[in-house]
Antibody
């Protein structure tokens, strides 16, 4: 079965960077898009970007341009999200989420499988 | 960017009753609309996609309808495990993927 296991909670100081990992198993890693979504306390879900795990192409939300880097290691079946220039507003739970496939189609922007989330706290 | 707006913010319903949640898009998203359920401390769970198609394993008491800019999620007979926060998300005009602010479904 599809499993996405994320790295543990992080506490960072303003201005620092954080790198969150998402280890995938139970499916063909390079055949499926992975997204990153975050959720600040009491806020709505916020899409950050995605990676084509087959060719490594990425697209980030304009809000995070220049601050977020999504990469993958195919040998480790792991996707990474690095966010730099952290500020207090970046305190949130960060999720990786894989695209959903039904018996007939795969849907690039439907998030069918989610990691457990990684809490990133930014505090001086 | 397509802005998604959900109503109401909180809905109080008794177990066994029907719940109706709404989602509005700032521009047409055709039928490219998803509903998720999120319980405290958990990741979201995919319920409905294509506005009306249940995802694998989702009970048939969950149903979705609508197209264009107006969408509805209906839970026909609420079970205790259904009390959660529900989010809509559009995937017609992306990137970016955009989510509503959520509706909290609570026990009356």
């Amino acid at each position: 079965q599809v499993q996405l296991v994320q790295s543990g909670a992080e506490v960072k100081k303003p201005g620092a960077s954080v790198k969150v990992s998402c280890k995938a198993s139970g499916y063909s890693f390079t055949n499926h898009i992975m997204h990153w979504v975050r959720q600040a306390p009491g806020q709505r879900l916020e899409w950050m970007g995605w990676i084509n795990t087959g060719n490594g192409n990425t697209k980030n939300a304009q809000k995070f341009q220049g601050r977020v880097t999504v990469t993958r290691d195919t040998s480790a079946t792991t996707v990474y999200m690095e966010l730099s220039g952290l500020r207090s507003e970046d305190t949130a739970v960060y999720y990786c989420a894989r695209q959903y496939c039904d018996p007939n189609n795969c849907f690039s922007a439907i998030l069918g499988y989610w990691g457990q989330g990684t809490l990133v706290t930014v505090s001086s | 960017e397509t802005v998604m707006t959900q109503s109401p913010a909180t809905l109080s319903v008794s177990p066994g009753e029907r719940a109706t949640l709404s989602c509005r898009a700032s521009q047409s998203v055709s039928s490219s609309l998803v509903w998720y359920q999120q319980k405290p401390g958990q990741a979201p769970r995919l319920l409905i996609y294509g506005a009306s198609t249940r995802a694998t394993g989702i009970p048939d008491r969950f149903s979705g309808s609508g197209s264009g800019t107006e969408f509805t999620l209906t839970i026909s007979s609420l079970q205790s495990e259904d009390f959660a926060v529900y989010y809509c998300q559009q995937y017609d005009n992306w990137p970016p993927i955009t989510f509503g602010q959520g509706t909290r479904l609570e026990i009356k």
